[in-house]
């Protein structure tokens, strides 16, 4: 059997032990070691080397091999050609839209993103390098297939999407993007490679803010990029060696560390977040909850055939007004009051009825609404924490 043969066969909770670890040959060492240094020794003769090339073993930002080591799990956990390693989500983001777009060249994306997303295409790309960017609700089909243009180049979704969970059908998109000659890039951050795989649905990029899940310990910032080598070159040679997005090696080696646990960690957000979802939705004064997994929840169609597991974030609503909103986040003991998703802990932010946003959100959001993101917590302290601070409020 080649090696080829044999990683195909090879689970994904498997790969995610094994992959990119091997002995380390100068100490026998069972895990491979940081390497920290920012030089390797150079040839003889030094002036054959390309100093801007991104192969390594030169300067720790034309990349290193805890980078690489991380980049070989990540292709394999996603089902990708290649994977591209950076800073942060957002350099991995950025990085992908860089290398893509040109003055001129037009990219649909979906209305709902994270915040950078929103900055980065509608206002950077669009007001300094003259990329046309039209917002479109990737949920459904046809307004994405309206908003094609002969100029589109890339159709960039989140599924689920930051904040409002909302669903885009990957493989729809994936055939209506390629029957146009366009490029599909999903950011997959909320779902984690654990319960979707974009690449394996045709999408041409994945994006993972590795900050998120595939760390999942809050300790650490790194993004993604997962693809072809074709782009991916162009995105290392761009992002990585000349603006400079490299990822520490530390990071890279506590990400390859809390990758290992992303099997076991998913299954434990996927189940406490099922819950505490099903709990909201029996709660008199909880206005909505948002969430794949329910089948309430206007994309659960999709996400059933898309996704293998919901994931750890779900938003809802109070009947209550804003006020309240923040006294019950002051009454929670065990959720805390902060920004991020997919650490171990479980995290709360309010956004209010004010955010610039709101007018690209579904209604039920206009009141202001919770994101959370379900941790690894005994479920039931979750819940009784939930339920202890909307009593208190008067809930
Ligand atoms: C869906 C999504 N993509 C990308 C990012 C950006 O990642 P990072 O904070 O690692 O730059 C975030 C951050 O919250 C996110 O929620």
Not at 23 to 48: C, Q, W
Not at 195 to 213: C, H, M, W
Not at 279 to 303: C, D, R
Not at 323 to 348: P, R
């Amino acid at each position: 059997m080649s090696d080829m043969e044999f990683e195909r066969k090879l689970g994904f909770q498997t790969r995610a032990v094994h992959k990119g670890n091997a002995v380390d040959k100068e100490t026998g060492a069972i895990k491979r070691p940081i390497t920290m240094a920012n030089s390797y020794e150079l040839p003889y003769d030094p002036t054959e080397v390309n100093w801007s090339s991104a192969s390594g073993n030169l300067y720790t930002r034309n990349g290193g091999s805890n980078q690489k080591y991380l980049q070989e799990k990540l292709a394999s956990l996603e089902g990708g050609e290649d994977c591209v390693v950076l800073a942060s989500g957002v350099a991995a983001l950025s990085g992908l839209f860089f290398a893509l777009l040109e003055s001129g060249d037009h990219v649909i994306f979906s209305s709902i993103t994270y915040i950078a997303v929103y900055r980065l295409l509608n206002e950077l790309f669009n007001n300094k390098f003259k990329v046309e960017t039209t917002i479109v609700d990737t949920s459904d089909i046809e307004s994405v297939k309206a908003a094609i243009k002969p100029n589109t180049k890339l159709i960039h979704i989140e599924t689920p999407g930051n904040p409002t969970l909302s669903i885009s059908d990957i493989a729809a998109l994936a055939e209506l993007a390629h029957k146009n000659n366009i490029l599909l890039s999903v950011d997959n951050t909320f779902a984690s490679p654990y319960n979707q795989r974009p690449i394996e649905l045709g999408a041409d990029f994945t994006v993972e803010s590795l900050t998120k899940y595939i760390n999942g310990h809050g300790d650490a910032m790194g993004g993604a990029i997962i693809g072809k080598t074709q782009y991916l070159d162009i995105i290392r040679a761009q992002s990585q060696v000349n603006l400079g997005a490299a990822i520490s090696p530390f990071n890279a080696w506590l990400i390859m560390r809390g990758s290992v646990t992303l099997p076991l960690r998913m299954k434990q957000h996927n189940e406490n977040a099922m819950k505490i979802a099903q709990w909201l939705e029996t709660q008199p004064n909880v206005s909505f909850v948002a969430y794949p997994g329910l089948k309430s929840s206007k994309g659960h169609h999709i996400a059933q055939k898309q996704m293998s597991g919901f994931g750890g974030v779900l938003s809802f609503g109070l009947n209550a007004d804003h006020d309240t909103h923040n006294q019950f986040v002051s009454k929670l003991n065990i959720i805390t009051s902060a920004v991020s998703l997919g650490h171990d802990e479980s995290l709360i932010v309010f956004i209010g009825e004010n955010d610039e946003r709101q007018y690209l959100y579904p209604n039920e959001f206009h009141n202001g609404f919770f994101r959370m993101s379900v941790g690894i917590e005994d479920s039931e302290d979750l819940i009784d924490d939930l339920s202890q601070a909307l009593k208190s409020v008067g809930l």
